[in-house]
């Protein structure tokens, strides 16, 4: 054909009969309601899978016969039925009477730099971004007063193809917003709503847009528009973008451009949850805002931080994002003008001892009032790593503390398990996810259609594997003889070998290759025909990354050797459908990191969830969750080995329990071709993790230790024009001015020995350098002989100021107490500042010991 070429987009119509397709297209509530998937899938399978299960995306490229004919369909209009009652009673307003999980007009801003709610909306890179999504989910199913804040990102993470030699290719293409499920935001005039942030030189705008989560809203920000010159409308282009310079604006945008697009909303969140640093920027424009009414720097300060929470999420370096003093003060003069005259102090907060760069996570703790990692091993690695902030307090006793991360387990369970789960459980299971009783009935399950689900799980999985290996091989121009050779043990029609799952981001902490310490040992054990073993591998390295670029290519390199053909595949384009199969499918889901890295690892918990045992280090999650009968663990090595020692001494670990455990019991079957122990162990895996690792446990926990009390704080400071977070700052200024001459001496003789139910009097001179007596407080701590940190106390006794003076004149601090501890007892005199508006007692990091 000859002539210009035009192109016509010719959109399906939507029959009357079936017009809430596009509403159902529209709200991310199919991204955990699998029956509304399946819906469209229905309509056309192939599409469906083709189009990469976007519903926006496949009702524009659905052929408009296959929607009449599906309108006339009686069993199909009976399906779509029974989606609108489950849409409708899911979004009807809560029933009269009913608890809400926070006091009327509260309302948590939920801030985060990508969020994973389903491949359809590619904003995400991987854990981080999921556990966003998973947050949104399940304040959906709690109702709970939630909006979340983020970018609009034109080409989300990269796609990854593998070549013959294992090298990782990263493509990027640009998303149609027309196809993925959101909506540009209309302010009260009715138009597309913008807001600004002045950059040096320039004004940003950024294009407001929503994505509906079930009963949430999802705001995301986008400079890519009109009005913008190309460099700005770059901004949001790409998530994770390797310019620094690019990323502070990022973050700029995210964090100062996120309180403006709420307040144009008129939104008035009384909590803000900075997820990760990268939003941290938002603390400082609602400092302006006060400033610019008024009130001191200080006060605005403490008014701020005090409804502010923030969750750290990595304990690796390169995740705490630090920019330029030089840099950030340019664009700090700019974006807040207000700011000029205490830019000083706004660089202040950012820094961190003995460091020249401003600190993203150093500005968010302090910040902030309240402060998480994300599980118990990783809130230690946290507030060891941000003790520097609090620097007289012990890494154990400073506010970090912790609240262990959860999955949303209606995203996360397989069809069959929630088919299963409704027959041995009930239809409400989902509303008594956190009940372990409820869990109870999985145990009950006979062990034949146990065995039956997983089976089931697994040749899907497999089917997936031998598709994406299958065009990953063909498009290297591998023949189809080897690509028979390469599969034959990923078998969906006899899914009876054992198959090990290891898929997350490879980076290098995360060792994907420790199973490659000793080639020998490993040949060993995969090459038993009568017990063999397949290992899959998948995961993406950052485009940047060339050391975990290095780890997919051994990988490859190992799978190639003749001895591990068929035995180790590695599956190209980790995504959110891949994570899905893989944590439902394999019968063991392998995580080997560098110990304490892991933050928590929350593909464990989807693995467990769906009947899959872990075998782990014991880092992140597994700490807590690891116990006799439900997988295996590796015990860390010693900190105090070199990194090569370490991974020889895990490594080791790691084969004997392949080579004793996992693989006997695996194989050791009955006449009806299972293992009774293998069984055994997944049922418990499962009852035992799905209650106390679900997002509905950790959400709850946020609202009811952070969120509530964060909210109370924040209007008690700012009520009555900031009464009280003035008098908060005054005081704190006060303090911080005297403390350093502040000084403890004892006034009695020491007493070496009494019987138990004596007692024991203490009396401590305080110089307090001007300080009244009630802003200290003076404590007595007792713990056994060799405790290393005051967390390890045995008893507290606080100590209470007398009218007795010094010969000196200082005040005395005395107490007369009886240890109820027996045996040998240390004890300490220390003192603190003490205010009853501090959000934690060593809040100010100060504190002074005899």
Same mark, same amino acid.
């Given at each position: 054909?000859?002539?210009?070429?035009? /192109?016509?987009?010719?959109?399906?119509?939507?029959?009357?009969?079936?017009?809430?397709?596009?509403?159902?297209?529209?709200?991310?509530?199919?991204?955990?309601?699998?029956?509304?998937?399946?819906?469209?899938?229905?309509?056309?399978?192939?599409?469906?899978?083709?189009?990469?299960?976007?519903?926006?995306?496949?009702?524009?490229?659905?052929?408009?016969?296959?929607?009449?004919?599906?309108?006339?369909?009686?069993?199909?209009?009976?399906?779509?039925?029974?989606?609108?009652?489950?849409?409708?009673?899911?979004?009807?307003?809560?029933?009269?009477?009913?608890?809400?999980?926070?006091?009327?007009?509260?309302?948590?801003?939920?801030?985060?730099?990508?969020?994973?709610?389903?491949?359809?909306?590619?904003?995400?890179?991987?854990?981080?971004?999921?556990?966003?999504?998973?947050?949104?989910?399940?304040?959906?199913?709690?109702?709970?007063?939630?909006?979340?804040?983020?970018?609009?990102?034109?080409?989300?993470?990269?796609?990854?193809?593998?070549?013959?030699?294992?090298?990782?290719?990263?493509?990027?293409?640009?998303?149609?917003?027309?196809?993925?499920?959101?909506?540009?935001?209309?302010?009260?005039?009715? /138009?597309?709503?913008?807001?600004?942030?002045?950059?040096?030189?320039?004004?940003?705008?950024?294009?407001?847009?929503?994505?509906?989560?079930?009963?949430?809203?999802?705001?995301?920000?986008?400079?890519?528009? *009109?009005?913008?010159?190309?460099?700005?409308?770059?901004?949001?282009?790409?998530?994770?973008?390797?310019?620094?310079?690019?990323?502070?604006?990022?973050?700029?945008?995210?964090?100062?451009?996120?309180?403006?697009?709420?307040?144009?909303?008129?939104?008035?969140?009384?909590?803000?949850?900075?997820?990760?640093?990268?939003?941290?920027?938002?603390?400082?424009?609602?400092?302006?805002?006060?400033?610019?009414?008024?009130?001191?720097?200080?006060?605005?300060?403490?008014?701020?931080?005090?409804?502010?929470?923030?969750?750290?999420?990595?304990?690796?370096?390169?995740?705490?994002?630090?920019?330029?003093?030089?840099?950030?003060?340019?664009?700090?003069?700019?974006?807040?003008?207000?700011?000029?005259?205490?830019?000083?102090?706004?660089?202040?907060?950012?820094?961190?001892?003995?460091?020249?760069?401003?600190?993203?996570?150093?500005?968010?703790?302090?910040?902030?009032?309240?402060?998480?990692?994300?599980?118990?091993?990783?809130?230690?690695?946290?507030?060891?790593?941000?003790?520097?902030?609090?620097?007289?307090?012990?890494?154990?006793?400073?506010?970090?503390?912790?609240?262990?991360?959860?999955?949303?387990?209606?995203?996360?369970?397989?069809?069959?398990?929630?088919?299963?789960?409704?027959?041995?459980?009930?239809?409400?299971?989902?509303?008594?996810?956190?009940?372990?009783?409820?869990?109870?009935?999985?145990?009950?399950?006979?062990?034949?259609?146990?065995?039956?689900?997983?089976?089931?799980?697994?040749?899907?999985?497999?089917?997936?594997? /031998?598709?994406?290996?299958?065009?990953?091989?063909?498009?290297?121009?591998?023949?189809?003889?080897?690509?028979?050779?390469?599969?034959?043990?990923?078998?969906?029609?006899?899914?009876?070998?054992?198959?090990?799952?290891?898929?997350?981001?490879?980076?290098?902490?995360?060792?994907?290759?420790?199973?490659?310490?000793?080639?020998?040992?490993?040949?060993?054990?995969?090459?038993?025909?009568?017990?063999?073993?397949?290992?899959?591998?998948?995961?993406?390295?950052?485009?940047?990354?060339?050391?975990?670029?290095?780890?997919?290519?051994?990988?490859? *390199?190992?799978?190639?050797?003749? *001895?591990?053909?068929?035995?180790?595949?590695?599956?190209?384009?980790?995504?959110?459908?891949?994570?899905?199969?893989?944590?439902?499918?394999?019968?063991?889901?392998?995580?080997?990191?560098?110990?304490?890295?892991?933050?928590?690892?929350?593909?464990?918990?989807?693995?467990?969830?769906?009947?899959?045992?872990?075998?782990?280090?014991?880092?992140?999650?597994?700490?807590?969750?690891?116990?006799?009968?439900?997988?295996?663990?590796?015990?860390?090595?010693?900190?105090?080995?070199?990194?090569?020692?370490?991974?020889?001494?895990?490594?080791?670990?790691?084969?004997?329990?392949?080579?004793?455990?996992?693989?006997?019991?695996?194989?050791?079957?009955?006449?009806?071709?299972?293992?009774?122990?293998?069984?055994?162990?997944?049922?418990?895996?499962?009852?035992?993790?799905?209650?106390?690792?679900?997002?509905?446990?950790?959400?709850?926990?946020?609202?009811?230790?952070?969120?509530?009390?964060?909210?109370?704080?924040?209007? /008690?400071?700012?009520?009555?024009?900031?009464?009280?977070?003035?008098?908060?700052?005054?005081?704190?200024?006060?303090?911080?001015?005297?403390?350093?001459?502040?000084?403890?001496?004892?006034?009695?003789?020491?007493?070496?020995?009494?019987?138990?139910?004596?007692?024991?009097?203490?009396?401590?001179?305080?110089?307090?350098?001007?300080?009244?007596?009630?802003?200290?407080?003076?404590?007595?701590?007792?713990?056994?002989?060799?405790?290393?940190?005051?967390?390890?106390?045995?008893?507290?006794?606080?100590?209470?100021?007398?009218?007795?003076?010094?010969?000196?004149?200082?005040?005395?601090?005395?107490?007369?107490?009886?240890?109820?501890?027996?045996?040998?007892?240390?004890?300490?005199?220390?003192?603190?500042?003490?205010?009853?508006?501090?959000?934690?007692?060593?809040?100010?990091?100060?504190?002074?010991?005899?």
């Amino acid at each position: 054909m000859h002539g210009t070429i035009y /192109r016509l987009d010719v959109r399906p119509k939507l029959p009357q009969r079936l017009e809430r397709l596009a509403e159902f297209a529209g709200n991310l509530w199919y991204s955990w309601h699998r029956p509304t998937r399946s819906l469209f899938a229905r309509l056309n399978p192939t599409l469906w899978q083709d189009i990469g299960h976007s519903p926006k995306a496949f009702l524009r490229n659905i052929d408009q016969s296959l929607l009449d004919e599906a309108a006339r369909d009686s069993a199909f209009a009976d399906a779509y039925d029974l989606v609108i009652a489950a849409y409708d009673a899911y979004h009807a307003p809560a029933a009269p009477g009913s608890a809400p999980a926070l006091p009327e007009g509260d309302r948590v801003a939920y801030f985060c730099a990508e969020f994973g709610m389903h491949e359809s909306l590619p904003i995400y890179s991987g854990g981080l971004g999921i556990l966003a999504g998973d947050h949104c989910k399940t304040a959906s199913d709690m109702r709970l007063p939630f909006v979340g804040v983020g970018l609009l990102y034109r080409q989300g993470y990269f796609q990854q193809t593998i070549d013959a030699d294992g090298r990782q290719h990263a493509h990027y293409a640009d998303t149609d917003f027309d196809l993925v499920p959101i909506e540009p935001v209309h302010g009260a005039d009715g /138009r597309e709503l913008r807001v600004s942030v002045a950059f040096p030189g320039r004004t940003v705008l950024c294009k407001v847009w929503r994505a509906r989560v079930g009963h949430v809203a999802l705001y995301l920000l986008d400079t890519d528009i *009109e009005g913008n010159r190309a460099a700005d409308r770059n901004i949001t282009h790409q998530l994770y973008i390797g310019s620094i310079a690019t990323r502070l604006e990022q973050e700029i945008v995210l964090g100062v451009g996120g309180v403006r697009a709420l307040a144009a909303l008129g939104i008035e969140p009384s909590c803000w949850h900075v997820n990760e640093g990268h939003p941290a920027f938002l603390t400082l424009e609602r400092i302006c805002r006060l400033v610019a009414r008024g009130v001191a720097f200080d006060a605005a300060l403490e008014a701020v931080a005090a409804s502010t929470v923030f969750t750290t999420h990595t304990p690796v370096a390169a995740g705490h994002d630090h920019f330029s003093e030089d840099t950030v003060r340019t664009y700090l003069e700019s974006v807040f003008p207000e700011l000029r005259p205490h830019v000083e102090a706004a660089l202040a907060l950012g820094r961190l001892p003995g460091a020249l760069d401003f600190n993203l996570t150093a500005l968010a703790v302090r910040a902030s009032r309240a402060q998480n990692g994300v599980s118990r091993i990783h809130g230690g690695v946290a507030a060891s790593s941000c003790a520097p902030l609090w620097a007289q307090i012990d890494p154990e006793d400073n506010p970090l503390g912790y609240i262990t991360n959860g999955v949303h387990v209606p995203t996360f369970l397989s069809d069959r398990w929630h088919e299963e789960l409704e027959r041995c459980i009930g239809q409400d299971w989902t509303e008594r996810l956190s009940d372990a009783r409820c869990w109870e009935a999985v145990r009950a399950i006979p062990d034949a259609k146990f065995w039956a689900v997983h089976q089931a799980l697994k040749a899907q999985m497999l089917h997936l594997v /031998r598709f994406r290996v299958r065009r990953q091989q063909l498009r290297a121009d591998g023949s189809e003889a080897h690509l028979d050779r390469l599969l034959k043990l990923a078998d969906p029609e006899k899914p009876d070998v054992l198959t090990v799952g290891f898929g997350r981001r490879f980076a290098t902490y995360k060792r994907a290759t420790l199973l490659f310490e000793r080639l020998d040992w490993l040949r060993e054990i995969v090459s038993d025909p009568k017990r063999p073993v397949l290992f899959l591998y998948t995961g993406k390295a950052h485009p940047a990354d060339q050391p975990g670029q290095d780890l997919i290519r051994r990988v490859a *390199e190992v799978a190639r050797m003749p *001895e591990f053909e068929s035995k180790i595949l590695f599956i190209e384009n980790y995504d959110l459908r891949v994570g899905r199969r893989l944590v439902s499918g394999v019968d063991v889901w392998l995580n080997n990191p560098v110990y304490p890295m892991e933050a928590c690892g929350t593909s464990g918990m989807k693995a467990a969830i769906n009947g899959v045992l872990n075998l782990s280090v014991l880092d992140g999650w597994w700490g807590e969750g690891y116990g006799g009968g439900i997988g295996w663990a590796i015990k860390p090595a010693s900190q105090a080995l070199d990194a090569q020692r370490r991974d020889a001494d895990e490594a080791r670990t790691l084969y004997e329990l392949l080579q004793d455990q996992v693989v006997p019991l695996y194989y050791a079957r009955n006449a009806e071709g299972f293992s009774p122990g293998w069984v055994a162990m997944a049922k418990e895996s499962m009852a035992s993790v799905a209650p106390r690792f679900s997002s509905l446990r950790m959400l709850r926990e946020y609202v009811e230790r952070f969120y509530g009390p964060a909210s109370n704080r924040g209007r /008690r400071l700012a009520a009555q024009d900031l009464r009280e977070g003035r008098a908060l700052a005054d005081w704190k200024a006060r303090v911080r001015a005297a403390w350093k001459d502040v000084r403890l001496q004892s006034v009695d003789q020491a007493v070496a020995s009494i019987e138990h139910g004596g007692s024991v009097r203490v009396a401590i001179a305080a110089a307090l350098n001007g300080l009244a007596p009630t802003d200290v407080v003076v404590e007595i701590v007792l713990a056994r002989p060799g405790a290393s940190h005051a967390s390890e106390s045995l008893e507290r006794w606080r100590l209470l100021p007398s009218p007795q003076r010094s010969d000196s004149g200082d005040c005395v601090y005395a107490l007369e107490f009886s240890p109820q501890s027996c045996g040998r007892i240390d004890y300490r005199v220390r003192a603190y500042p003490s205010h009853e508006l501090l959000a934690h007692p060593f809040e100010m990091g100060l504190m002074l010991w005899l």
